[in-house]
Structures are given as structure tokens and as C-alpha cells.
């Protein structure tokens, strides 16, 4: 039995008096796509910012190939091959496309807080960067300052940045939040592209790309997780559909 | 023992006068997440202001009126400056508040020159209060220590008791939710601030004829109101009490009890050198207290920064 | 908190990319020689300047200059490059300059080596300095960076006055810098052997710098700068890509120190305290933070300014300070911004629509500056003047400061020129919407 990519034990976290994440136990395994959801204020977010040690849990531990991330800063985490990427889109406005992804390289590429490297003398590291803008399809805005493009294409150069560096765990904030049908078709398909192999923990509220994309799910409401399953078994699950779907139905009619 | 109450009251009168200084800085910079760069200036300002008041209608009319020009002042400022500024992001701001503390201190060379004003305390309290054992406390020290917590007394009644207060400190930890209510938070934001630049104006009012009228009067005590309130903990209204009375005791006692460093060395056991004029540490052996009193501050700072970097109050950043 | 960066518009459009790379990278990292160019002529001009300026006065204005461009390049490592504002910059120049000081007093140790080699030393005294402070300042970026800044730089200037045995008090310490091992055969007992020395470390400072800008560690400090979260989230701790910029910033202000140290020979408190780390700060965000060249342009008008305005007026200080004031408030690219929005409509083809507009709302702006200028020295030899002394001397015209007359011509003037500017400026609004349009306006 191989380790698991992802583990999560016993995850708490209280903001003051309210408790968030009311003890979240899970594992995702290697080279799963894996979806939670739930209704707004489950604390989805909350629970991605304590894995990738945005926030520091009140309970718990987190284990990235069996290794215990508790303690370490989200720079250290990124490292051992964890990526994320954010609801709000989070990149750098001011820098170009270009270099947006290739800072996402540096890292990763072993060039550290070197000062002895000049980055366009790197044939590997413009040659690796345009790769990755061409596999999410900005080779053609490549020069442009990234607080310039459309919302979806930031949001496609978020996934690049998250991407970029290698890593084999990707987290991906709700990635297709605020866009339109064709757009949420487009990043679904880029993020079926670009995660090929690797583990894929996702939060989302579009139901489709959910039951597209995911191998798992995992049902969170008010800081628990009430299900986890393959998407047909949760569908019919009883419970997620009073606590979840079934909310979501009424709201729909 | 009676000197120890001398200085208490010393320190007390310099702690308040800078409380009335880093308590708006505290308030602007919580509201608005501008560290005002110029606050001691409106601070000279009010001094020299009231001066010039004093001279045609009395001291009294110059405590009056001065901080309320002072105030309107900075309400322009807030409004037709930092406010374009504004949107430029907060390292602009800062430079945009540093600028203006540079200008304001040409300004008051330009219209006053560069000599220390004959603004002094008045008659009426120009006297001795009382003497603790042939030390005496003059009459204006407790006036200040009355007014400065008079104000005190009044800020914290509308802050806490009034329904503008309510507003306040509603804007101070969620602006957008208060300007969803119907509250005009730009027209709060610029009250604050006019608000906050006149209470420097009343403390450089008061400190005006104590510690001289003289153009860099904003300087002197301006890096030091921003030390109070780092160490007090940014933001904090608490720490910056705190921080301004101890600042305001640790300086008067560091300058009225001549303690050198060679005692303090010798009495932890550490013998002076015997080639004193000579050791490259001379200058730490010779060392008195007074002497550096006026850099502990920055030293406690560092300290404060060192081992506790959100302040003695401050809230852990996130 | 970085999310309002994407989201104002009015943001967005004074943004201006720290990029200086950008003609290189489309260039490719191939070809050498338009990266190369402008360094090159930047040479020549250094080492032909002395020959069309020859005065002695000229020298020693330029010595200043060239030594205020490495200061502010490196100021502007923190705050352009890394966002980091800086109120105490001076001391890392002033103890790399006294560190300087020091070693041109060992006489022995002086004489072992060439004067040119002595700015590595107070470099390498500035960076350590800056290790030191760097270790506790750089954990965050904005207000409190600059709390701290400000506070590590006023205790320095103000041990200044006691720990003598290193700063020498009040007078501070002088040396002399001809003690040093001949550099082929050359004592620098001339100004301009100075002056080709602080030429050599310009350029090479300079180069380092930029190419500093273009390493991986130079590229996060922009990243940090932008989003210090994000970056967390790439494998960089932002702290730590501050904190070498802080130290490599430290590093070459302590050079500019070392360089003031053997230009003037002299060194006192006024080289740390807060109205030299203010001066820095000034000339940078004048010069334009958002361009590696922009420091350089600030640090030469500002040393003209200073320089020639001082002479003309004693108000010279009051004049920069509004200019400042005017530079944050309204270009906050500052002159290098300014230059380079023009770019757009050079690349157009239509920079030719903008002259006439300029003329016509530029020089009566300036005229009428004049005035308003003149209104404000007439205000202050009326009060400052001694009493009896109505005499002044405006524009090489005297006449009597408290006559009716010169006042209502001054006035006159500047109402006119603004007014003209003011009635023009809708038409070069026009010309600027023009010129940076493609295509024709039919």
C-alpha cells in the first residue's frame, strides 16, 4: 500500500470562540483528482489555507507523502511539492506573462536566491517558461504586463504559475469561480491537461466541472466531512443531498 | 524619595505630550493604514500658530483657535492630498506624508525664519505650584498634565459613548460594511485625520513655550512619537499610552540620575580596563546616562523589534 | 490586500513595469551589443565630460553626482526593486564611508594597497551593517520596514555624538587619502583623478547593480515587491529575498560612502542622519522608481538643482520640497516615468503631433511659474530682509521690494502664463489622446 499524497489527521481550527474545521480526516492518493465541496462558509477555503500553512491548524497534522508539514511556512511546503493556487486571483500585475510563470520556475529549476545567474542567459529556463505558456495558450500575450489580460486568462496564468514549478500535489481554489459557460469549459479542460499524472485536490462549486473532473469527492459542511466517495456513490448519498445538493435544488427552482 | 517624584511628574508631562501625539497618529494609522509622517508638523504648526495668535489676542485664544486652524489643515491635507495619493498604494502615501513634513518645515522657516519663537507661558501660569523638597513644579507642568488628560477623558467619551464614536470604531475594523450602511466613511476618514492633526496641534500649543518654537521642533520630537508607537505596538491606542509614559519616565530618569556605564560594568563584575584612555571601548566604558538618553528610545525599539516585533500591544501579524 | 493592486484601474494605469529587461528579452538573450550600447556611451560621456566641462567647480559637482547615482541606484534596489522605503538609508553609506575613514588613517595597512580598491571596504562595511539590521528589519516589507528603518537610522546618527572612537563626535574624522600605494604612479592628489576614480565605480557599480536587477533573486525581489504572498507560494520566503536585497543595497551605498570618503576626505554626522537618508529617498522617487535609470536622471537634476539653485536662492530647499510634494502627487513615476510614457507615441510614429501642443502650454506654465516664484522671493526679502533693506535683486533685475509695482508685474505674469497653460491644456490633452492612438482619426 503506497503512501498517500495527501493526508489529513484529525484538522482542526477555531477563529476565536468559532470553530471552522471541526476535525477533518482524509486521504487523497497519488495521482487522484479529488473535489470537495460543500455550501458557502463549509470552510473549504479555510481548509485549504491550513494545508498549505496559509493558516496554522488549532488541531491536527498534515502529511505530504507521509511527512508531518506542521510547522513549516508556506515557501517550505511549496518546496516538498505541494502547489496552490488561490480563489482571488493572485498573481503579479505588474510583472509580464512571461516572467509571471518563469518566477514560478525559479525554484524549482535550482536557482534559489542565486545572484550569480543571469535568468535570460538560461536557454532551459525561457524554453521550460514558453512551454508552459503555450500549454495554457498565452504564448500570444507572453510580453504583456499580466494585470492586462481578461479575468479567465489571469486565471489560466494562475493555474500556469501553480503548475509551472512541477510540483506533484496541485490545489486549485475554486478555479473556474465567476466565469462563463464556455469560459468554465475552457479551464476545465486546461486543468484536465495540465494535471495529466499528477494529484489534483480541488475546491469548486460547479457541479459540472466536479463530476467531470474528479476521481473523489469529498462533501464538506460546517467543518466536517459528511461524505467522501466516487461521484456517483456521493450523489446518492442521503445525507449530502439534504445538507448540499438539496439546498442547492432549492435554490435552482 | 522626593526627587523620585519629581521626575515621576516630569516624565508624566513628557509621556502625556507624546500620548497626544501618537494617540492620533495611532487613530489615523488604524483607520486608514497611513502611518502619518507629518503629524509632528501639524504638531509645530499648532506652536507656531498659536504664537502668532498669542501675540494679538492672548494664549488662551491661541489654545483655542490655533488646533482648530491646525485641524482644518490637515482635514485639507487628507482630502486634497492623501486622498489622490491614495490610490498610488501605501508606500507612496508614506512618501507623500514625508514630502509634506519636509515642506512644512520650509514653509514654517519661509514665513517665520530660522530662529526659536518668544512664545512663552503665560502670566497667569507663571508661577510655582508647589515645591517637593526645594525642587519646585511651576503651575504651566500640572496645567498640561490637567489638559492632556482632559482631552484624554473627552476622545475616549466620544469614542466610546457617542454614536459618531460607534461609526468610528465601526469604519476602524470594517469600512466597507459601514459605507454599505449609508455612512459616509470618505467624509469619516477625513474627520479623523483633521481630528487627529488637531490634537498635535493642542500638544505643540501647550509644548510650544516648554520646549521652544523653533523649526525643527517637529523633527526632535517626530522620530520619537514614531518609535512610541511601534514599541506601543502599531494601531494600538493601549500600547501607545504605554509606550508614551514609559518613554516620558525612562528619558527623565535616564537624564536626572547620572549613572555610568563603567558602575553598572564594575557592578555585574566586570573590572575596568587598566589602558582605559586607550581600549577601543573607551567610549562604552565613559558612557553616563544621560548622555544617552535620548537614544534610549531607538534602543528600546530595537529591543521591542528584536524580541516582540508587533509591539508591546500589538496583534500578531498574520 | 493584493487583490485592490488587479482591481483599480486608475491603479493600474500609473503602473509602470520595473522591467528594465524588456528590450532584452525580446531581443532574445542571444545578442549583446543594444544591452551593451547604452553602457558604452555611458563611458565615453564619463570619460569626456572633464574636457568639455574643465572648471574646477564643474569637476566638483560631478564627483557629487556620480557618487549620488550609485547611492540612489542602490537606494532604489529596496524601494523600486523591492518595494522596501527606506527612512535611514544614509548610515549604510555614512559607516561604509567612516569604515573608509578609518582604514586611510592606518597608515600601514593604507599603504598596502591602491586607493581605487578602498570603496570594497566600505562596501563590504556597509553590508555588514546591513546584514546586522537586515536580520530583524526585513521580516516585513511596508509601514513597519520603514518604522524600523527610520528608528535603527536616528540611533545610529545619534551614537554618532558618543561612541567617538569610531565617528570622532561633533567634527567628525578626516583622513588623507594620498597615503594610499601609488596606482601607477598616480597619488590622486588632483580633483580629476578623483574624479576618473569615482567614474570607474560608477560604471562597474552601476552594471552590477543592473545586472543584479536580472538574476533570479533580483527577479523575486520584484515578485515580493508585487505580491509577497504569492511568492511564498512559489518555493521563495519573502523575507529572504528582501533581506538580499537589503544587504546587496547596503553593500553599494556603502561603496557611494567609501567614494565620499576619498572625494571630500571628510566625514561627520551629517553623512548618517535622517536628512541625508530623506535626501536619498528624494532624489530617487524625483528620478522615477519605476525604471533602473530613473535614480541616475534623479540624482543628476537633483545635484544641479542643488548646486545651481542654492547660489541663485535660499530657498532652494523650500522650491524641492514643493517639486516632491508635486512629483508623489502627481507623477509618481517621477522623470523617468514621464520620459518614458512618450514611448508609445514614438513607437506611432506621432511624437511630431505633440511639439506645438507642448510649446504652447509648457513655456507660458513656466513663465508663469516664474512669477509665482517671484511673488514668493519678493514675500520673503519683505520679511527676512533687514529692516531698512529694500533692495532686491529678481532675474537680474533689481528694484524695490516693497514698491507697488514689481509686485503687481509678478502677479500679472503668473496669472497670465497659468492662465494661458490652463486655456491650452484641453488642446494638448487632445494631441496626447492623438498621438497615442493608432491609426489615423478620420
Same mark, same amino acid.
Given at each position: 500500500?503506497?503512501?498517500?499524497?495527501?493526508?489529513?489527521?484529525? #484538522?482542526?481550527?477555531?477563529?476565536?470562540?468559532?470553530?471552522?474545521?471541526?476535525?477533518?480526516? #482524509?486521504?487523497?492518493?497519488?495521482?487522484?483528482?479529488?473535489?470537495?465541496?460543500?455550501?458557502?462558509?463549509?470552510?473549504?477555503?479555510?481548509?485549504?489555507?491550513?494545508?498549505?500553512?496559509?493558516?496554522?491548524?488549532?488541531?491536527?497534522?498534515?502529511?505530504?507523502?507521509?511527512?508531518?508539514?506542521?510547522?513549516?511556512?508556506?515557501?517550505?511546503?511549496?518546496?516538498?511539492?505541494?502547489?496552490?493556487?488561490?480563489?482571488?486571483?493572485?498573481?503579479?500585475?505588474?510583472?509580464?506573462?512571461?516572467?509571471?510563470?518563469?518566477?514560478?520556475?525559479?525554484?524549482?529549476?535550482?536557482?534559489?536566491?542565486?545572484?550569480?545567474?543571469?535568468?535570460?542567459?538560461?536557454?532551459?529556463?525561457?524554453?521550460?517558461?514558453?512551454?508552459?505558456?503555450?500549454?495554457?495558450?498565452?504564448?500570444?500575450?507572453?510580453?504583456?504586463?499580466?494585470?492586462?489580460?481578461?479575468?479567465?486568462?489571469?486565471?489560466?496564468?494562475?493555474?500556469?504559475?501553480?503548475?509551472?514549478?512541477?510540483?506533484?500535489?496541485?490545489?486549485?481554489?475554486?478555479?473556474?469561480?465567476?466565469?462563463?459557460?464556455?469560459?468554465?469549459?475552457?479551464?476545465?479542460?486546461?486543468?484536465?491537461?495540465?494535471?495529466?499524472?499528477?494529484?489534483?485536490?480541488?475546491?469548486?462549486?460547479?457541479?459540472?466541472?466536479?463530476?467531470? #473532473?474528479?476521481?473523489?469527492?469529498?462533501?464538506?459542511?460546517?467543518?466536517?466531512?459528511?461524505?467522501?466517495?466516487?461521484?456517483?456513490?456521493?450523489?446518492?448519498?442521503?445525507?449530502?443531498?439534504?445538507?448540499? #445538493?438539496?439546498?442547492?435544488?432549492?435554490?435552482?427552482? | 524619595? %522626593?526627587?523620585?517624584?519629581?521626575?515621576?511628574?516630569?516624565?508624566?508631562?513628557? !509621556?502625556?505630550?507624546? /500620548?497626544?501625539?501618537?494617540?492620533?497618529?495611532?487613530?489615523?494609522?488604524?483607520?486608514?493604514?497611513?502611518?502619518?509622517?507629518?503629524?509632528?508638523?501639524?504638531?509645530?504648526?499648532?506652536?507656531? &500658530?498659536?504664537?502668532?495668535?498669542?501675540?494679538?489676542?492672548?494664549?488662551?485664544?491661541?489654545?483655542?483657535?490655533?488646533?482648530?486652524?491646525?485641524?482644518?489643515?490637515?482635514?485639507?491635507?487628507?482630502?486634497?492630498? @492623501?486622498?489622490?495619493?491614495?490610490?498610488?498604494?501605501?508606500?507612496? %502615501?508614506?512618501? &507623500?506624508?514625508?514630502?509634506?513634513?519636509?515642506?512644512? %518645515? %520650509?514653509?514654517?522657516?519661509?514665513?517665520?525664519?530660522?530662529?526659536?519663537?518668544?512664545?512663552?507661558?503665560?502670566?497667569?501660569?507663571?508661577?510655582?505650584?508647589?515645591?517637593?523638597? !526645594?525642587?519646585?513644579?511651576?503651575?504651566?507642568?500640572? /496645567?498640561?498634565?490637567?489638559?492632556?488628560?482632559?482631552?484624554?477623558?473627552?476622545?475616549?467619551?466620544?469614542?466610546?459613548?457617542?454614536?459618531?464614536?460607534?461609526?468610528?470604531?465601526?469604519?476602524?475594523?470594517?469600512?466597507?460594511?459601514?459605507?454599505?450602511?449609508?455612512?459616509?466613511?470618505?467624509?469619516?476618514?477625513?474627520?479623523? /485625520?483633521?481630528?487627529?492633526?488637531?490634537?498635535?496641534?493642542?500638544?505643540?500649543?501647550?509644548?510650544?513655550?516648554?520646549?521652544?518654537? /523653533?523649526?525643527?521642533?517637529? &523633527?526632535?520630537?517626530?522620530?520619537?512619537? &514614531?518609535?512610541?508607537?511601534?514599541?506601543?505596538?502599531?494601531?494600538?491606542?493601549?500600547?501607545?499610552?504605554?509606550?508614551?509614559?514609559?518613554? !516620558?519616565?525612562?528619558?527623565?530618569?535616564?537624564?536626572?540620575?547620572?549613572?555610568?556605564?563603567?558602575?553598572?560594568?564594575?557592578?555585574?563584575?566586570?573590572?575596568?580596563?587598566?589602558?582605559?584612555?586607550?581600549?577601543?571601548?573607551?567610549? @562604552?566604558?565613559?558612557?553616563?546616562?544621560?548622555?544617552?538618553?535620548?537614544?534610549?528610545?531607538?534602543?528600546?525599539?530595537?529591543?521591542? @523589534?528584536?524580541?516582540?516585533?508587533?509591539?508591546?500591544?500589538?496583534?500578531?501579524?498574520? | 490586500?493584493?487583490?485592490?493592486?488587479?482591481?483599480?484601474?486608475?491603479?493600474?494605469?500609473?503602473?509602470?513595469?520595473?522591467?528594465?529587461?524588456?528590450?532584452?528579452?525580446?531581443?532574445?538573450?542571444?545578442?549583446?551589443?543594444?544591452?551593451?550600447?547604452?553602457?558604452?556611451?555611458?563611458?565615453?560621456? =564619463?570619460?569626456?565630460?572633464?574636457?568639455?566641462?574643465?572648471?574646477?567647480?564643474?569637476?566638483?559637482?560631478?564627483?557629487? +553626482?556620480?557618487?549620488?547615482?550609485?547611492?540612489? =541606484?542602490?537606494?532604489?534596489?529596496?524601494?523600486?526593486?523591492?518595494? +522596501?522605503?527606506?527612512?535611514?538609508?544614509?548610515?549604510?553609506?555614512?559607516?561604509?564611508?567612516?569604515?573608509?575613514?578609518?582604514?586611510?588613517?592606518?597608515?600601514?595597512?593604507?599603504?598596502?594597497?591602491?586607493?581605487?580598491?578602498?570603496?570594497?571596504?566600505?562596501?563590504?562595511?556597509?553590508?555588514?551593517?546591513?546584514?546586522?539590521?537586515?536580520?530583524?528589519?526585513?521580516?516585513?516589507?511596508?509601514?513597519?520596514?520603514?518604522?524600523?528603518?527610520?528608528?535603527?537610522?536616528?540611533?545610529?546618527?545619534?551614537?554618532?555624538?558618543?561612541?567617538?572612537?569610531?565617528?570622532?563626535?561633533?567634527?567628525?574624522?578626516?583622513?588623507?587619502?594620498?597615503?594610499?600605494?601609488?596606482?601607477?604612479?598616480?597619488?590622486?592628489?588632483?580633483?580629476?583623478?578623483?574624479?576618473?576614480?569615482?567614474?570607474?565605480?560608477?560604471?562597474?557599480?552601476?552594471?552590477?547593480?543592473?545586472?543584479?536587477?536580472?538574476?533570479?533573486?533580483?527577479?523575486?525581489?520584484?515578485?515580493?515587491?508585487?505580491?509577497?504572498?504569492?511568492?511564498?507560494?512559489?518555493?521563495?520566503?519573502?523575507?529572504?529575498?528582501?533581506?538580499?536585497?537589503?544587504?546587496?543595497?547596503?553593500?553599494?551605498?556603502?561603496?557611494?560612502?567609501?567614494?565620499?570618503?576619498?572625494?571630500?576626505?571628510?566625514?561627520?554626522?551629517?553623512?548618517?542622519?535622517?536628512?541625508?537618508?530623506?535626501?536619498?529617498?528624494?532624489?530617487?522617487?524625483?528620478?522615477?522608481?519605476?525604471?533602473?535609470?530613473?535614480?541616475?536622471?534623479?540624482?543628476?537634476?537633483?545635484?544641479?538643482?542643488?548646486?545651481?539653485?542654492?547660489?541663485?536662492?535660499?530657498?532652494?530647499?523650500?522650491?524641492?520640497?514643493?517639486?516632491?510634494?508635486?512629483?508623489?502627487?502627481?507623477?509618481?513615476?517621477? =522623470?523617468?516615468?514621464?520620459?518614458? +510614457?512618450?514611448?508609445?507615441?514614438?513607437?506611432?510614429?506621432?511624437?511630431?503631433?505633440?511639439?506645438?501642443?507642448?510649446?504652447?502650454?509648457?513655456?507660458?506654465?513656466?513663465?508663469?511659474?516664474?512669477?509665482?516664484?517671484?511673488?514668493?522671493?519678493?514675500?520673503? *526679502?519683505?520679511? *527676512?530682509?533687514?529692516?531698512?533693506?529694500?533692495?532686491?535683486?529678481?532675474?537680474?533685475?533689481?528694484?524695490?521690494? *516693497?514698491?507697488? =509695482?514689481?509686485?503687481?508685474?509678478?502677479?500679472?505674469?503668473?496669472?497670465?502664463?497659468?492662465?494661458?497653460?490652463?486655456?491650452?491644456?484641453?488642446?494638448?490633452?487632445?494631441?496626447?489622446?492623438?498621438?497615442?492612438?493608432?491609426?489615423?482619426?478620420?
Amino acid at each position: 500500500m503506497s503512501v498517500p499524497a495527501l493526508q489529513l489527521e484529525g #484538522l482542526k481550527k477555531s477563529f476565536g470562540k468559532a470553530e471552522i474545521i471541526r476535525g477533518v480526516d #482524509l486521504e487523497i492518493g497519488r495521482g487522484e483528482r479529488h473535489a470537495v465541496i460543500g455550501p458557502n462558509g463549509a470552510g473549504k477555503s479555510t481548509l485549504f489555507n491550513l494545508i498549505t500553512a496559509r493558516f496554522a491548524p488549532t488541531e491536527g497534522k498534515v502529511r505530504l507523502h507521509g511527512e508531518d508539514l506542521s510547522g513549516l511556512q508556506p515557501f517550505q511546503i511549496n518546496r516538498k511539492g505541494l502547489s496552490r493556487s488561490f480563489q482571488i486571483t493572485n498573481i503579479f500585475p505588474r510583472m509580464t506573462v512571461f516572467e509571471n510563470v518563469r518566477c514560478a520556475l525559479l525554484w524549482a529549476q535550482g536557482y534559489r536566491y542565486s545572484f550569480w545567474n543571469l535568468v535570460n542567459r538560461s536557454r532551459q529556463l525561457t524554453e521550460s517558461t514558453d512551454a508552459i505558456l503555450d500549454q495554457i495558450n498565452l504564448s500570444e500575450r507572453r510580453d504583456l504586463p499580466a494585470g492586462t489580460l481578461s479575468y479567465a486568462e489571469q486565471r489560466a496564468l494562475e493555474i500556469g504559475i501553480t503548475i509551472a514549478g512541477g510540483a506533484d500535489v496541485i490545489m486549485l481554489d475554486e478555479p473556474t469561480a465567476g466565469m462563463s459557460h464556455s469560459e468554465t469549459d475552457y479551464i476545465t479542460e486546461l486543468i484536465l491537461k495540465v494535471t495529466e499524472g499528477k494529484t489534483l485536490v480541488m475546491v469548486e462549486h460547479d457541479m459540472g466541472v466536479v463530476f467531470n #473532473l474528479a476521481d473523489r469527492i469529498s462533501v464538506l459542511v460546517y467543518g466536517e466531512i459528511i461524505a467522501t466517495g466516487k461521484p456517483a456513490d456521493v450523489r446518492g448519498d442521503p445525507r449530502v443531498q439534504e445538507a448540499y #445538493l438539496g439546498e442547492a435544488l432549492e435554490t435552482e427552482q | 524619595m %522626593e526627587l523620585i517624584l519629581v521626575n515621576l511628574i516630569d516624565g508624566l508631562v513628557t !509621556g502625556l505630550l507624546l /500620548f497626544m501625539l501618537s494617540a492620533g497618529l495611532t487613530l489615523i494609522f488604524s483607520m486608514m493604514g497611513v502611518l502619518n509622517f507629518a503629524h509632528a508638523s501639524f504638531y509645530m504648526l499648532g506652536a507656531y &500658530f498659536a504664537y502668532q495668535i498669542s501675540i494679538a489676542l492672548g494664549f488662551w485664544m491661541g489654545l483655542l483657535i490655533a488646533p482648530l486652524i491646525v485641524g482644518i489643515m490637515g482635514a485639507g491635507v487628507e482630502r486634497y492630498g @492623501l486622498r489622490r495619493v491614495h490610490q498610488y498604494g501605501h508606500v507612496p %502615501e508614506l512618501i &507623500f506624508t514625508f514630502g509634506l513634513a519636509l515642506l512644512i %518645515e %520650509e514653509l514654517v522657516q519661509f514665513i517665520w525664519g530660522k530662529n526659536q519663537m518668544p512664545y512663552s507661558v503665560p502670566d497667569v501660569l507663571n508661577f510655582t505650584a508647589f515645591a517637593i523638597a !526645594g525642587n519646585s513644579i511651576p503651575a504651566y507642568k500640572i /496645567f498640561m498634565i490637567f489638559i492632556s488628560i482632559a482631552i484624554f477623558i473627552g476622545l475616549l467619551y466620544i469614542l466610546t459613548r457617542t454614536r459618531v464614536g460607534m461609526i468610528i470604531q465601526a469604519a476602524l475594523s470594517y469600512p466597507r460594511t459601514v459605507e454599505a450602511l449609508g455612512h459616509n466613511v470618505p467624509l469619516i476618514f477625513m474627520g479623523v /485625520f483633521g481630528v487627529g492633526t488637531a490634537l498635535a496641534g493642542v500638544a505643540g500649543v501647550i509644548a510650544g513655550p516648554v520646549l521652544g518654537t /523653533f523649526p525643527g521642533m517637529a &523633527f526632535v520630537l517626530g522620530s520619537i512619537v &514614531f518609535v512610541t508607537i511601534v514599541i506601543g505596538g502599531l494601531g494600538s491606542l493601549w500600547g501607545a499610552l504605554v509606550a508614551s509614559l514609559l518613554i !516620558g519616565w525612562i528619558t527623565t530618569f535616564a537624564k536626572s540620575y547620572n549613572i555610568a556605564m563603567s558602575d553598572i560594568l564594575n557592578g555585574i563584575g566586570i573590572p575596568s580596563p587598566a589602558d582605559l584612555d586607550t581600549s577601543a571601548f573607551r567610549d @562604552l566604558w565613559t558612557v553616563t546616562s544621560p548622555q544617552i538618553a535620548d537614544i534610549l528610545p531607538y534602543i528600546l525599539m530595537v529591543m521591542i @523589534l528584536i524580541f516582540r516585533p508587533q509591539g508591546l500591544f500589538g496583534k500578531r501579524q498574520s | 490586500m493584493t487583490d485592490t493592486n488587479v482591481k483599480d484601474p486608475a491603479r493600474s494605469k500609473e503602473q509602470i513595469t520595473t522591467d528594465p529587461s524588456k528590450p532584452a528579452q525580446r531581443m532574445g538573450a542571444g545578442s549583446m551589443t543594444l544591452t551593451l550600447t547604452p553602457w558604452l556611451i555611458g563611458a565615453v560621456l =564619463l570619460a569626456i565630460l572633464p574636457f568639455v566641462f574643465t572648471s574646477n567647480s564643474a569637476l566638483t559637482i560631478m564627483n557629487q +553626482m556620480w557618487i549620488t547615482v550609485i547611492f540612489a =541606484l542602490a537606494y532604489n534596489m529596496l524601494l523600486g526593486q523591492g518595494g +522596501m522605503l527606506s527612512f535611514g538609508h544614509a548610515v549604510y553609506a555614512g559607516v561604509g564611508g567612516f569604515a573608509c575613514m578609518h582604514i586611510m588613517n592606518a597608515s600601514d595597512f593604507f599603504a598596502s594597497f591602491p586607493l581605487p580598491v578602498l570603496p570594497i571596504f566600505g562596501g563590504l562595511f556597509g553590508m555588514g551593517l546591513a546584514l546586522i539590521v537586515g536580520s530583524f528589519s526585513t521580516r516585513s516589507a511596508g509601514t513597519v520596514f520603514a518604522m524600523i528603518s527610520l528608528g535603527v537610522g536616528e540611533l545610529i546618527a545619534a551614537s554618532s555624538v558618543i561612541v567617538v572612537a569610531f565617528f570622532g563626535g561633533e567634527e567628525g574624522i578626516s583622513g588623507d587619502r594620498t597615503y594610499a600605494m601609488p596606482f601607477f604612479g598616480n597619488e590622486f592628489l588632483q580633483q580629476i583623478d578623483v574624479y576618473y576614480l569615482i567614474s570607474f565605480w560608477v560604471i562597474v557599480s552601476a552594471a552590477l547593480m543592473y545586472l543584479w536587477s536580472r538574476t533570479p533573486v533580483g527577479r523575486m525581489a520584484n515578485a515580493v515587491r508585487d505580491n509577497p504572498e504569492r511568492a511564498e507560494f512559489l518555493g521563495y520566503s519573502a523575507r529572504w529575498v528582501r533581506f538580499y536585497s537589503f544587504v546587496a543595497s547596503g553593500f553599494f551605498a556603502g561603496i557611494a560612502g567609501g567614494l565620499f570618503a576619498i572625494n571630500y576626505e571628510i566625514l561627520t554626522e551629517e553623512n548618517l542622519n535622517t536628512a541625508s537618508s530623506g535626501i536619498i529617498l528624494l532624489v530617487t522617487f524625483l528620478g522615477g522608481v519605476g525604471f533602473f535609470f530613473g535614480p541616475i536622471i534623479g540624482a543628476i537634476v537633483f545635484t544641479l538643482v542643488q548646486t545651481v539653485l542654492s547660489l541663485e536662492t535660499d530657498l532652494w530647499a523650500f522650491y524641492a520640497g514643493t517639486l516632491f510634494v508635486a512629483t508623489v502627487m502627481f507623477f509618481p513615476g517621477g =522623470l523617468a516615468g514621464l520620459m518614458m +510614457m512618450h514611448v508609445p507615441a514614438f513607437k506611432l510614429g506621432k511624437a511630431g503631433y505633440l511639439v506645438r501642443p507642448y510649446i504652447r502650454t509648457l513655456i507660458p506654465a513656466a513663465i508663469g511659474t516664474l512669477g509665482l516664484c517671484a511673488l514668493v522671493e519678493m514675500t520673503f *526679502h519683505v520679511r *527676512h530682509a533687514a529692516t531698512g533693506d529694500t533692495q532686491m535683486t529678481l532675474f537680474w533685475i533689481p528694484f524695490d521690494s *516693497h514698491a507697488i =509695482l514689481p509686485w503687481v508685474i509678478a502677479a500679472a505674469i503668473a496669472l497670465i502664463g497659468l492662465g494661458i497653460a490652463r486655456a491650452t491644456t484641453p488642446a494638448l490633452r487632445d494631441a496626447w489622446n492623438e498621438a497615442n492612438t493608432a491609426g489615423d482619426r478620420s
